[in-house]
């Protein structure tokens, strides 16, 4: 799992991602907004975003991630307490919002929450096919279909971003760590994916990368 994280106090900041990290997550750390929005792919299964940020405060980097992955869970992290900033908050779209000071145990246990409740989805490929976001398994009606681990981490990023074009680099970044591999290892995985869903559903995009559509 992947966190982006943005908080101006270093120590919190620091104190956050050492503590995710711990729990087994990747976490993409910024105390500026704005650098966030420049360097940031926004690919990412949760953002924790501090209201009171330099560049680009956490509303702006919101509307930002909706722009572009409308499916990242997101979380303020927030000295406010005032109505009006909550009511702003879960108007532009945030899942949940956790005031400070807060304990780091509670922010784990509302992180969870957030990712169960989305990664439960189960993604309808075909009529009787689908993908089990929680499990990252592909199933046809009730019976698991064989895939290898690389093959289910490049279908569970193809449907966090379906219907757009993921492109070769990008999953050499999520699936791979971003180390080089070459187009053809990537075809010959798409191959053995293709057993189960059609090239019309899993396209390929010449030159560019790959779509799932739904």
């Known amino acids: 799992m992947k966190a982006i ?3 101006d106090e270093y120590l919190l900041n620091n104190n956050i991602k050492e503590f995710l990290e711990l729990k087994g997550m990747c976490v993409e750390s910024y105390t500026n907004g704005e650098v966030l929005l420049k360097k940031s792919s926004l690919k990412a299964d949760i953002a924790i975003l501090d209201i009171e940020a330099p560049g680009a405060n956490g509303y702006e980097v919101l509307e930002w991630i909706k722009r572009i992955n409308d499916d990242i869970e997101t979380l303020f992290i927030t000295a ?4 009006e900033s909550i009511e702003r908050a879960y108007t532009l779209g945030c899942s949940d919002y956790l005031k400070k000071p807060f304990d780091l145990i509670e922010l784990w246990l509302r992180i969870e929450h957030l990712l169960h409740s989305d990664n439960s989805k189960k993604i309808n490929l075909t009529e009787d096919i689908f993908f089990d976001m929680s499990e990252e398994q592909l ?5 698991l279909l064989k895939l290898t681990k690389i093959q289910r981490d490049i279908l569970k990023v193809l449907l966090q971003h379906k219907n757009t074009v993921v ?4 999953l050499m970044s999520e699936v791979w760590s971003d180390n080089f591999v070459k187009v053809n290892t990537i075809a010959s995985h798409i191959k053995g994916i293709r057993k189960y869903i059609s090239s019309d559903t899993l396209e390929s995009i010449r030159a560019e990368g790959y779509r799932i559509n739904i």
């Open 5 to 7: 994280l943005l908080e």
């Open 80 to 83: 406010y307490t005032d109505i």
């Open 139 to 143: 199933y046809k009606n009730s019976t």
């Open 167 to 170: 492109s070769y680099e990008t």
